[in-house]
T-cell receptor, first 113, second 116 residues
Framework: KAGVTQTPRYLIKTRGQQVTLSCSPISGHRSVSWYQQTPGQGLQFLFEYFSETQRNKGNFPGRFSGRQFSNSRSEMNVSTLELGDSALYLC????????????FGPGTRLTVT | AQKITQTQPGMFVQEKEAVTLDCTYDTSDPSYGLFWYKQPSSGEMIFLIYQGSYDQQNATEGRYSLNFQKARKSANLVISASQLGDSAMYFCAGANYGGSQGNLIFGKGTKLSVKP
């Protein structure tokens, strides 16, 4: 079974621009969660999508948004990029059956200059 | 909400020896799960082992075992017979099952270095 895939793997953007990251979950998994990882704040939960609906949301500003398509693929968008948005963005998929373990993709490393 | 604490920023272990990585948690939810992930320098988070709050026995997966002490609210990861490939960041994470089930709360991580 193929794992979680994320594209692109690396991205360099300028402050003020917007960016879209993509995640394809493991086949059959309908839940996709997004996490931000920075050296200062560690790993922080952004949001979770299940069956095209946002189920949970972390404590991030509205500039961070996402969506999920009918094939369970998910996209995350960050508008008006700030320097502090530089991070590794990790996507995780889950079958949402107990115990809800999540399987992560390789991440997208975003650098904002 | 969960709070996960990992107090060891970095650890060294000799190849073939066992090592224990500490994790304490704090939650008021009686139903929760605890997870350990490995993150090599490549960045991908690899799921290692899971322990549920109602599990009577400690979880084991190959060379990984979880020393679960509910009264102490600790869920330490034990790696037996360390290998050079075990050098990585290790994260403890928790999830509450009573409320939102979609998000993991992570600790700050422990960087494990295995010496030949």
């Amino acid at each position: 079974k193929a794992g979680v895939t994320q594209t692109p793997r690396y991205l360099i953007k300028t402050r003020g621009q917007q960016v879209t990251l993509s995640c394809s979950p493991i086949s059959g998994h309908r839940s996709v969660s997004w996490y931000q990882q920075t050296p200062g704040q560690g790993l922080q939960f952004l949001f979770e999508y299940f069956s095209e609906t946002q189920r949970n949301k972390g404590n991030f500003p509205g500039r961070f948004s996402g969506r999920q398509f009918s094939n369970s693929r998910s996209e995350m968008n960050v508008s008006t990029l700030e320097l502090g948005d530089s991070a590794l963005y990790l996507c995780a998929s889950s079958s949402r059956t107990f115990p809800y373990e999540q399987y992560f993709g390789p991440g997208t490393r975003l650098t904002v200059t | 909400a969960q709070k996960i604490t990992q107090t060891q920023p970095g650890m060294f272990v000799q190849e073939k020896e066992a090592v224990t990585l500490d994790c304490t948690y704090d939650t008021s939810d009686p139903s929760y799960g605890l997870f350990w992930y490995k993150q090599p320098s490549s960045g991908e988070m690899i799921f290692l082992i899971y322990q549920g709050s109602y599990d009577q026995q400690n979880a084991t997966e190959g060379r990984y075992s979880l020393n679960f002490q509910k009264a102490r609210k600790s869920a330490n990861l034990v790696i037996s017979a360390s290998q050079l490939g075990d050098s990585a960041m290790y994260f403890c994470a928790g999830a509450n099952y009573g409320g939102s089930q979609g998000n993991l709360i992570f600790g700050k991580g422990t960087k494990l270095s295995v010496k030949p």
